[in-house]
């Protein structure tokens, strides 16, 4: 990682003296620049500092099992001063101009706030960015084919690659909740493949069309056709009742005419 934090002097005449150091959770100690950097009066530039993120073996191979806080330091000193951790971001051992004076950047600090690094293995991040791939192809199609009544036709191979793709998405979860990034590689790859064969197989021409699928929403909608005029049948056979059941009441005589 390369750290770059752009400086300019206020107008005050001396020479300010730069060194920069970044320190993460897994650090005792912060890494700083291997000599200063001087600027002056109104000048603007650069200070830079090179991190190298350790490999995951020893006692950093569970780095990537966790996001990590980091704090990074920007100090203007004396030459030849020398900064105490119990001193904050002032040091009052050297008088102005020449005080000891840094400022903070933090993953725990406006506007950082919660800007924490994760550190991923190889295996790791090749299954997450196939996760990526596969969801956004799988939430597309469980949309647009679990939105329908009855399976649409053509979709009948597109449906059993849509379910392995979950099934196989699901294993891939579980497996990189568990740290097994190497099987969640394999399945979240699987779930791609599957996603991909079901998005294939819908702009084919035909596209697995068959019969029983076609003759299934067929039916089903008929029947919902059939069962709305069944209702209004219902309806209709109803109010003839009620109009024959009034006439034929004992106790019913029609009011005679008014003159």
């Given at each position: 990682m390369t750290f770059n934090v752009v400086f300019t002097a206020s107008s005050y005449v001396y020479q300010r003296n730069l060194t920069m150091g970044v320190k993460f959770?897994?650090?005792?100690?912060?890494?700083?620049?291997?000599?200063?950097?001087a600027v002056?009066?109104?000048q603007t530039l650069t200070v830079t500092l090179a991190y190298t993120i350790p490999a995951l073996t020893g006692q950093y191979s569970a780095l990537n099992q966790q996001t990590h806080s980091w704090t990074l330091e920007l100090?203007?000193?004396?030459?030849?001063?020398?900064w105490s951790v119990y001193s904050g971001c002032y040091d009052y051992n050297y008088p102005l101009?020449?005080?000891?004076?840094?400022?903070?950047?933090?993953?725990?600090?406006?506007?950082?706030?919660?800007?924490?690094l994760a550190v991923y293995s190889s295996a790791q991040a090749s299954s997450y960015n196939s996760k990526l791939q596969a969801k956004a192809i799988i939430d597309s199609l469980n949309s647009?084919?679990?939105?329908?009544?009855?399976p649409a036709p053509g979709t009948s191979a597109a449906l059993a690659s849509l379910a392995q793709a979950n099934?196989?998405?699901?294993?891939?979860?579980?497996?990189?909740?568990?740290?097994?990034?190497?099987?969640a590689q394999t399945d979240y790859q699987n779930a791609l493949n599957d996603a991909n064969a079901a998005q294939s197989s819908l702009s084919t021409i035909g596209g697995g069309t068959d019969a029983a699928t076609f003759t299934s929403i067929w039916l089903d909608s008929v029947a919902i056709l059939l069962g709305g005029i069944g209702a209004v049948l219902v309806g209709f056979a109803g109010f003839k009742y009620l109009r024959g059941?009034?006439?034929?009441?004992?106790?019913?005589?029609p009011s005679a005419p008014k003159a």
């Open positions: 959770d897994w650090m005792t100690n912060f890494q700083n620049t291997t000599s200063d950097t002056y009066a109104g100090w203007n000193m004396a030459e030849g001063a020398t101009p020449n005080a000891a004076a840094c400022h903070t950047f933090s993953s725990n600090g406006y506007p950082y706030t919660y800007h924490q647009a084919l679990g939105s329908t009544f009855s099934t196989q998405m699901a294993l891939g979860n579980n497996a990189y909740s568990l740290g097994d990034f190497a099987t059941k009034t006439r034929g009441l004992p106790s019913y005589a």
